[in-house]
């Protein structure tokens, strides 16, 4: 088996790629406020690029742990209503996520040489940034705002040894990025329409290819 695959010892990482996101459905942080009962702001925020880097460290032959910081800088909402009133309702979205990790390897030999495949479980804290939210759902929108909040995620990969210090990775990861919330209304021309904010599950499934540096 490669020494890089089972070697204890630090390393560092840098991986590049995509995230997609999951559904939003924006509803009212206070009760039936501003978009009224069971109204809800529904669409997803398309995909951005995805920048990591990260430092760690294998303790055993099949575990590891490492702590990574990401960068998810140009998603953008746009979608409709739960109503179909063909409401048009679109924002940008920028989310920064640092996450501890821990893996759990499998080293095999194949007769396309050897592989490592992996499967890992992250927590930590991911800071999400919705700017300004025009709506015509509320004939108007809403500020911009920043929210910190849990983050978690759950992933699988497989790599390949570029010698005894260096893999190439490519992995497939799921991460909750808890809430992304707006400011206040801004402005609104429907009658009844309340100030307060509105506020969704934000989460993303993400494609990267990377490189680990074995020390």
Known sequence: ????????????????????????????????TTLGAGNRLTGDAGS???????????????????????????LRFSGGDNLGTGSVNIAQIRSEVVL??????????????????????????ARNKIGAMSSTFIGGGFAGHTETDVAGSIGAGIAFPLGDHALIDFAYKFIDLGEVRTGAV??????????????????????????????
């Open 48 to 74: 951005s690029p995805l920048g990591t880097v990260g430092i760690g460290a294998r303790f055993l032959p099949l575990f590891r742990a490492d702590v990574t910081a990401s960068a998810i800088p140009s």
């Open 186 to 215: 801004t402005s609104a021309t429907f009658p009844g329409t309340g100030t307060a904010p509105i506020k969704a599950d934000l989460t993303v499934h993400t494609l990267t290819a990377g490189l680990r540096f074995l020390f």
């Open 100 to 125: 501890a990790n821990a893996y759990f390897d499998f080293p095999v030999l194949t007769i396309f040489g050897p592989l490592q495949p992996y499967f890992d479980v992250g927590l930590g804290a």
């Open 1 to 32: 088996m490669p020494a890089a695959f089972i070697r204890p010892g630090p390393y560092l990482r840098i991986d590049g790629g995509g995230a997609f996101s999951g559904p939003l459905r924006f509803r009212d942080t206070s009760f039936n």
